[in-house]
Structures are given as C-alpha cells and as structure tokens.
C-alpha cells in the first residue's frame, strides 16, 4: 500500500514538474534577460547621453554656420532646422517631423550584421534609419553589425556616396558582434539552414549583452533572433523586414517533385532514405521557422512574393498567439524621384523621344537576352509595316559585364543578332548619366527574365515613362507592370512570338494612347519611391513604439 502511494505520488510529482516545464523556463529566461537588461543600462545611459549631447553641438554649429552664411541652402542637409517638437515640412519630400516624434527618446535596435556590405539589402536598411531619426529625432538607432573593419565614419560615408543617404550622426550608433561567422553558410556544412538559425539566437545573444534596446527589428532574415527578444524581454516590441523567406514552400514541395518533371534545384530529392531523411529536416525546420515567426509583433515583406511565402508560413502561428498585424508589404525604396526630376513625360518629350526598345540588364544568362534577339527579329518579320518606319525601331541592349563569361555572352549574343546587326545596338558597361539618357530617349523597356523577384529596372522604366514588355511572371507581373486607373501601364509576354506582339502593341499605340500610358506608368512607379517607403516604414513604427511608450 505504501509503495502504491509512493509510486503514485512520484507520478503525480513528475506530471505536475513537466507540465510546469515552460513556465519555469519562460520565467528562467524572464529573469535571465532582467539581468542582461541591468547589466547594460549603463551603457544604454551612456550612449543616449552623448547623442543628446552630439546633437546639441550639431544644432548649435549650424545655427552658427547659418548666421555666418545667409544662403543656407548651401548647408541644407534636411536636419538643421528639426527643432523638438517642431513640424518641419523639408522641401524635396521628405518626411515632415511629427510633434508628437518628439517624445520617443528611446533606442531602436536593428539587427543587421552585415551592415556595410552595400547591397539592396542595406539600402533598404539606412533607407529605414533615415525614415526612423526624422520621425523620432530624439531616438537613437542602433545597428548591431560585424564589421569590425569599418569605423561608424567609414560606414556612413559607403552609406553616403553609394545610396545617397545622409543620416544624422550624431543619432545613429553602430555596436559590434564578435561572431558573426556563427550565420555564415560555411560554418555549417550539414543542416546549414538550421545551423544559421543557431548562429543567429548566438549572434543575437551578443547583441543583447551590448545593448538591449528598446525596439528591436531585424533587417536581414534572422526571426529566431526576434524570437530570443522575445523570450528574453516580453515587453520589447519586435519588427521584421524580410527580403526572403529562409525556407519557402516551393523548396518543399519541389521535394515532393517526381524526377522525372525535372523541375527545379531540389527536384526528386525526395527520393530514397536520404531525400526521405532531408524531406524530414526540411519540414521540422519549417515548423519551427513558422514558430518562431509567429513571436514577432510587426511583419513588413519587400514584395508580394514575399509576402505571399511568408504568409503561408508564419500566419497561422501568429494568429494563435493573437498577433494581429497584417503581413504587410513594403517595397524597397528605388530612384524613382531622381528619374521623375531627370525625364520629362510631356508633350515636348513624346517628340523628341526615338521608338527604340530598351532593355537594361546585366548581361547575365538568367535575363535571356537571346530570346529577346529572337522576339526582336519576330517583331521585325512579322510587323513589317512598324519594322520599315525610317527610322526603324532599333533594339538597344545595356548591361554591364562582369567577368569572362560575361564577356564570352555578349560575343554570342552579338554573333545571334548579326543578320540584323544595324538594328541591334549593344551598349557594354554604360554610366549611370549614359544610361538616363537612354531611359529618355526610348519608347519601350524590356525585361524577359522569367520569376524575377522583383525587377528595379522595370520600376526604372516606369519612371522614365517608358512602356513596358515584361516576362508574365514575378514581381514584374504581380508588383510593378500591373493596371493603373483600370488601365495598363505595359504588356506581359512568354514566348517571342508573344514579346514581338508586346512591341508592336506598344509602337502601334497612337499618340495620345501612348501618352497617357507613359504617364500611367509613371503614376505606377511612385509605388516605389522614396516618399512612400518612408510613409510606410513610419507608420509600421509607430505600431511598435506605441506599445513600447
Ligand atoms: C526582395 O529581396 C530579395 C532578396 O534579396 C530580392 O531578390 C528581391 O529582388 C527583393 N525584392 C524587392 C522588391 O526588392
Ligand atoms: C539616346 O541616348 C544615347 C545615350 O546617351 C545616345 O547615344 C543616343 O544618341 C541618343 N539617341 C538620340 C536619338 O538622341
Ligand atoms: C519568360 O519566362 C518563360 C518561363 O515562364 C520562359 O520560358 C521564356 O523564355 C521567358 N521569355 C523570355 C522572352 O525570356
């Protein structure tokens, strides 16, 4: 009877300590992250201290350099007149400052660890500080990198003299990880996917002993690092801007793929005890990737694709944990107010613009600039009558050439397009002023890449009034070359025979017909503008610091 007890006692002790497992260890890592939040106060003290104080002597050496200089356009960098408080409207669109941004003074964490590499990625990351100090000009932001090799000038002058964006400096701070190998793919031969994701909580480990801040966003694809935030400080808001998905649902069910279709990079792996072992690990990993994105408060995608793969992962997760903020998608800024500024679309432009076909593209196998030559030479034989206009419409190939294969690509491409070689115009390299010129001086842009993520320089085109013949696939179809005012901004086209048709669609159009298409298609691309990014990007941050005031 005894024993009986004893035994029954033991079961219900175990029953009961396994059932209070996740509590102790939500409390464990509770407690764990009050002692890292108390640890690095002081630092937090410090470093919002001497922006106020940076800030302070910035403001007042522009008011001097103001009174010494009475144009003051010369010195207008959009900051010296942001007094607290103050509403500010900045004359080339920029963001007004709110009054009631003024009141945030807390540090905005942003989790990007290779911050100086100069890619899109990174635009879109000082794209958002930017947009971050003018309306909350009293925050700090913070950016957790591993570039120990550039000094926080070094990086704001890349940031500069590359994408054009002047942050203030005296409100932005770079922190430096020590292990950031930790989320290189090399580190993890084996389980790459989920030995980066360990990388990440370890990286995001480093980044919380620096600092906790009190917003924390991930600009660079590492939830589970949002997810340790989570766990660690319940009460910090949490953002992610994601360029893409780290597993997306193709990926698995290209798994489930029969060999013989052939389709894509992992077609038939399923297969056999490994492919069955590798189909396994896929799908635990994107459980728990789904996991991990439903701990996170705010969610922005840069695309509908995007968006689309993130949402069929991470949405139920986050409904069950009462997240109620829509998977949003905000498009990457692009130069479309420069393009606006350069390229008139007006009556004296229709004139004097050529009807040549452009297509700007590296010269890259993925863009398929044979098959465009083919379309070309379609559109030649077939619209004899557009073909034969003096001068005829010529078809204008920009790109730049990285390398020998490159090189050897565009020897071929010549050689195809050699029975019409004076109507083929190939243009090697070109700078950015040679290539706003012929963004002016073109009537139809073209991109045949097929599934292109997105497309910049179709949004380029747009801008530039260009009409355009896209790929019907991708963001060019889903994202940019879509109806405005319930009319089209372009043509979408697979085979040549169907891009030949795109080109002649868009030369036959009349006059006024493709006037207003090329003002559509401008009207289009403000989608993507600076100005827009930025309205957005606010106004998802205001969903974060509201809770967080
Ligand atoms: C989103 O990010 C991915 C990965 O960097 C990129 O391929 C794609 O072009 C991006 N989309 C946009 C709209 O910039
Ligand atoms: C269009 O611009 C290109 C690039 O500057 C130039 O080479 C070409 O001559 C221009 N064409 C016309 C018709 O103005
Ligand atoms: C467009 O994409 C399709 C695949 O959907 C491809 O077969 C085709 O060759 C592409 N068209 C051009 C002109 O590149």
């Keep these: 009877m005894v024993l009986l007890y004893n035994v029954l006692a033991i079961l219900l002790g175990t029953a009961v300590t396994l059932a209070l497992v996740p509590y102790m260890t939500a409390w464990a890592l509770r407690t764990i992250g009050s002692n890292i939040r108390s640890r690095t106060e002081a630092r937090r003290e410090l470093l919002l201290n001497r922006a106020n104080t940076e800030d302070d002597k910035r403001k007042?050496?522009?008011?001097?350099?103001?009174?010494?200089?009475?144009?003051?356009?010369?010195?207008?960098?959009?900051?010296?007149?942001?007094?607290?408080?103050?509403?500010?409207?900045?004359?080339?669109?920029?963001v007004p400052t709110h009054a009631a941004g003024a009141e945030f003074k807390g540090v905005f964490g942003f989790f990007h660890p290779f911050c100086n590499a100069g890619g899109g990625g990174e635009r879109v990351l000082?794209?958002?500080?930017?947009?971050?100090?003018?309306?909350?000009?009293?925050?700090?932001?913070?950016?957790?990198?591993?570039?120990?090799?550039?000094?926080?000038?070094?990086?704001?002058?890349?940031?500069?003299?590359?994408?054009?964006?002047e942050l203030n400096p005296a409100r932005v701070c770079f922190l430096y990880l020590s292990n950031r190998e930790y989320v290189l793919a090399t580190k993890w031969p084996h389980f790459t996917l989920l030995g980066q994701s360990i990388g990440s909580l370890i990286l995001g480990w480093d980044?919380?002993?620096?600092?906790v801040p009190d917003i924390f966003i991930d600009t660079m694809g590492y939830p589970f690092a949002l997810a340790?935030?989570?766990?660690?400080?319940?009460s910090v808001p949490t953002g992610a801007y994601v360029h893409y998905p780290t597993i997306s649902t193709d990926m698995l069910s290209s798994l489930h793929t029969e060999v013989n279709s052939g389709q894509g990079l992992n077609a038939g792996?399923?297969?056999g005890l490994r492919g069955r072992a590798k189909q396994i690990y896929w799908e635990l990993f994107a459980k728990l990737y789904s996991w991990v994105g439903g701990t996170v408060d705010v969610v922005m995608t840069n695309s509908s694709w995007t968006q689309n793969h993130i949402s069929q992962l991470w949405t139920s997760a986050r409904i069950k944990r009462g997240k109620k903020k829509a998977i949003s998608v905000v498009y990457p800024p692009c130069a479309v107010e420069e393009l606006t500024a350069k390229i008139p679309v007006d009556a004296e432009s229709e004139r004097s613009r050529t009807r040549n076909i452009l297509y700007i593209a590296q010269f890259r196998p993925e863009k398929m600039h044979h098959v465009i030559i083919d379309?070309?030479?379609?559109?030649?034989?077939?619209?004899?009558?557009l073909a034969q206009e003096d001068p005829p419409p010529k078809l204008i190939l920009v790109g730049s050439v990285r390398d020998d294969h490159d090189e050897k690509r565009v020897y071929k491409l010549r050689l195809q397009a050699q029975e019409i070689k004076d109507h083929v115009q190939f243009v090697v390299n070109a700078k950015w002023p040679q290539i706003l010129e012929f963004l002016k001086n073109s009537s139809v842009g073209v991109n045949g890449m097929w599934n292109e993520h997105f497309g910049i320089g179709v949004v380029e085109y747009q801008a530039a009034g260009l009409i355009s013949v896209v790929n019907d696939s991708g963001g060019p179809k889903a994202d940019i070359v879509i109806d405005i005012d319930d009319k089209p901004t372009g043509?979408?086209?697979?085979?040549?025979?169907?891009?030949?048709?795109?080109?002649?669609?868009?030369?036959?159009?009349?006059?006024?017909?493709?006037?207003?298409?090329?003002?559509?298609?401008?009207?289009?691309?403000w989608r993507f503008s600076e100005k827009v990014f930025s309205d957005a990007w606010t106004s998802h941050l205001e969903q974060l610091v509201e809770p967080a005031r």
């Design 269 to 271: 792996l399923g297969k």
């Design 491 to 525: 043509f979408h086209a697979t085979t040549p025979e169907e891009f030949a048709a795109g080109f002649a669609k868009a030369l036959e159009l009349s006059g006024d017909a493709a006037f207003a298409m090329r003002q559509r298609a401008r009207k289009s691309s």
């Design 60 to 94: 007042r050496g522009e008011k001097k350099d103001e009174s010494r200089a009475a144009s003051s356009a010369s010195t207008d960098d959009g900051w010296e007149k942001v007094d607290e408080g103050q509403t500010t409207p900045k004359g080339d669109g920029a």
């Design 126 to 165: 000082f794209a958002a500080i930017l947009a971050t100090q003018k309306r909350y000009p009293n925050s700090l932001s913070v950016v957790y990198t591993g570039d120990h090799d550039a000094s926080k000038d070094q990086i704001l002058a890349n940031v500069r003299n590359r994408f054009n964006i």
């Design 228 to 234: 340790l935030s989570k766990w660690l400080f319940p």
């Design 207 to 211: 980044a919380f002993n620096l600092l």
């Design 375 to 385: 379309a070309y030479n379609a559109f030649l034989k077939t619209y004899k009558h």
